[in-house]
């Protein structure tokens, strides 16, 4: 079975500043799909980036970039220039392809961007 | 239209009640999911419905009952819940493209918070 584990149940960063959330995951798949949720108090969960496991290159969208190292398993959430719009809980997911469309996600990462 | 709707916004229920919950996306989603989430929490899938058949039931009470009339709506039939049925639902949606289902990722509604009393 997968398992996807953040380690960082809560976290804080100064407005402006770069934060990272860290994400592994446990899998014998060489192909599968990696993506961070954001679901701030409003409780819609938001997708905020996604990662293809072949390819190489980290994801990126706009102030949201990944490091992806598959070897390590590890899919690492780094925002930078952080709002307030910002705080949310993180949600790490792993899915893997024809699997009948499960995610699997992780426990959560409560983030909260401090003025 | 790129959001997924879900109905009502919250919902208080007796244990006999009978209750449904509603979702809807017309972005051509052609599968769509409820999970279940308790505070602080991550989701817990109930059902996957893929081309409006139920292709995923992970062992729900049968108190919980899902529905797919069409290819934009989903419903979810509540009867006889338990306290420990307080929780948010949320729906959503994804696409299936060449035999893939949501690897691009799933649609969310903002939920319905479910108390039971």
């Known amino acids: 079975a997968q398992t996807v584990t953040q380690s960082q149940p809560e976290m804080s960063v100064q407005e402006a500043e770069t934060v990272t959330l860290s994400c592994t995951y446990d899998?014998?798949?060489?192909?599968?799909?990696l993506f961070w949720y954001k679901q701030p108090p409003s409780r819609q969960m938001i997708l905020v980036i996604r990662?293809?496991?072949?390819?190489?290159q980290n994801a990126t969208e706009n102030r949201f970039s990944v490091n992806f190292q598959k070897a390590a398993k590890s899919f690492s959430l780094k925002i930078s220039d952080s709002q307030l719009g910002d705080t949310a809980m993180y949600f790490c997911?792993?899915?893997?392809?024809?699997?009948?469309?499960?995610?699997?996600f992780g426990t959560g990462t409560s983030l909260t961007v401090i003025p | 239209d790129t959001e997924v709707t879900q109905t009502p916004k919250h919902l208080v229920m007796g244990m006999t009640n009978k209750k449904s919950l509603k979702c809807e996306q017309h972005?051509?989603?052609?599968?769509m999911y409820w999970y279940k989430q308790k505070a602080k929490k991550p989701p817990e899938l109930m059902f996957v419905?893929?081309?409006?058949?139920?292709?995923i039931n992970e062992s729900v009470p049968s108190r919980f009952s899902p529905e797919c009339p069409n290819s934009s709506l989903l419903n979810l039939h509540l009867h006889a819940l338990q306290p420990e049925d307080s929780a948010l639902y949320l729906c959503?949606?994804?696409?299936?493209?060449?035999?893939?289902?949501?690897?691009?990722?799933?649609?969310f509604g903002s939920g319905t918070r479910l108390t039971v009393v």
């Open positions: 959503a949606s994804s696409q299936i493209r060449a035999g893939i289902t949501g690897n691009y990722g799933y649609t």
């Open positions: 899998t014998s798949e060489s192909n599968y799909y």
């Open positions: 990662q293809e496991a072949y390819k190489q």
């Open positions: 997911a792993f899915m893997k392809p024809y699997t009948g469309n499960q995610f699997y």
């Open positions: 972005m051509g989603h052609r599968a």
């Open positions: 419905y893929s081309y409006e058949k139920l292709s």
